[in-house]
C-alpha cells in the first residue's frame, strides 16, 4: 500500500456513507480500525441525536470485527461542555461520529470541550471517524440543511469543503462551497468510500475519492481500485 504511518500518527477518517447493516462501509470501516488501537471505539451520536443508531453500530462492530463500543452521550450542547465528555473522547481507541444533520452536530459540538478533545486526539496520534453529515461537519465550512446557508465547520480537515454520498456527475454544491471562508480545496465522497488523513499530511483513498482544487477545476480522482496510500492531498 505504499507508505503508511503507524498509531503515533493521528489520523482523520472521513466516510462517504453507506448503510454499515448492509456491508457498504466495510472496507472503510477495515481500513480505520487498522489504525486504531485496542479498546472500546467511542460512539458521539450528535448528528442524529439516536439512541438506537449507537446500538446498531455496537452490535455491526463487535459482529463484524469483535471491537466493544461505548457511547459517548453528547446529544446537546450542553453534553459538549461536560468535562467527562472531553474525557472520553480521549479515552477511546477510536472515535466514531455518527450520522445525521450537520446542524445538530454543530450546535452540540462546535467550541466545546468535546470538540477540542477531538482536536487532541489527533495531535496525539488518536483515530477520530466521520461519516455522511459528521464528516462534512469535520471541514472549514458545512451547508446548512436548514436554508441552505454555509456554516463554520469543526475545522479537523482545516481548509477543506466535504461533500458527502457525492455523485461527480452532480458537483453543483461541492464548487459552490470552495467559495466559502476558510475553503481551499474540495473532496467528494460518493457513499462507502473513505478518505484517511494523517496528521504528517499523507493520505490513503479507499473507494472512488475525488478532489477539486478551485470552483472551477475538473474533478481528480484520487485512486482506482484496492487502497492506495499517498503523499499530501492534491490540489
Known amino acids: 500500500m505504499g507508505e503508511v504511518a503507524g498509531f503515533n500518527e493521528g489520523w482523520l477518517v472521513l466516510v ?19 489504525r486504531a488501537p485496542a479498546g472500546p471505539v467511542g460512539f458521539l451520536p450528535a448528528a442524529s ?9 455496537a452490535s455491526y462492530l463487535g459482529e463484524t470485527f469483535g471491537r466493544e463500543v ?9 453534553d459538549g461542555r461536560r468535562g467527562r465528555n472531553a474525557e472520553r473522547v480521549l479515552a477511546c481507541a477510536a472515535v ?18 468535546v ?31 436548514s436554508g441552505g446557508s454555509v456554516l463554520p465547520g469543526l475545522d479537523l480537515a482545516p481548509g ?5 454520498n457525492f455523485d461527480p456527475a452532480h458537483d453543483r454544491r461541492l464548487r459552490r462551497l470552495l467559495g466559502a471562508d476558510g475553503v481551499e480545496r ?17 493520505f490513503e483513498a479507499v473507494g472512488d475519492v475525488f478532489a477539486l ?23
Open 115 to 145: 470538540h477540542e478533545a477531538l482536536r487532541e486526539k489527533l495531535v496525539r496520534g488518536g483515530v477520530v471517524v466521520a461519516i455522511g453529515a459528521a464528516a462534512q461537519c469535520c471541514g472549514a465550512a458545512v451547508r446548512s440543511l
Open 160 to 164: 477543506l469543503a466535504i461533500e458527502t
Open 70 to 78: 461505548e457511547t459517548i452521550p453528547v446529544y446537546r450542547e450542553r
Open 186 to 202: 474540495g473532496v467528494g465522497l460518493p457513499a462507502g468510500s473513505a478518505l484517511l488523513l494523517a496528521s504528517g499530511g499523507s
Open 16 to 34: 462517504g456513507g453507506g448503510e454499515f447493516s448492509f456491508g457498504e462501509t466495510l472496507e472503510a470501516d477495515r481500513a480505520w480500525l487498522e
Open 96 to 113: 466514531y461520529l455518527g450520522a445525521g444533520v450537520p446542524d445538530q452536530l454543530l450546535e452540540a459540538v462546535a467550541l466545546t470541550p
Open 49 to 57: 441525536g439516536s439512541a438506537d443508531y449507537p446500538r446498531h453500530f
Open 213 to 235: 482544487a478551485t470552483a472551477e477545476s475538473d474533478l481528480v480522482p484520487m485512486r482506482g481500485e484496492g487502497r492506495e496510500s499517498h503523499g499530501p492531498l492534491p490540489g
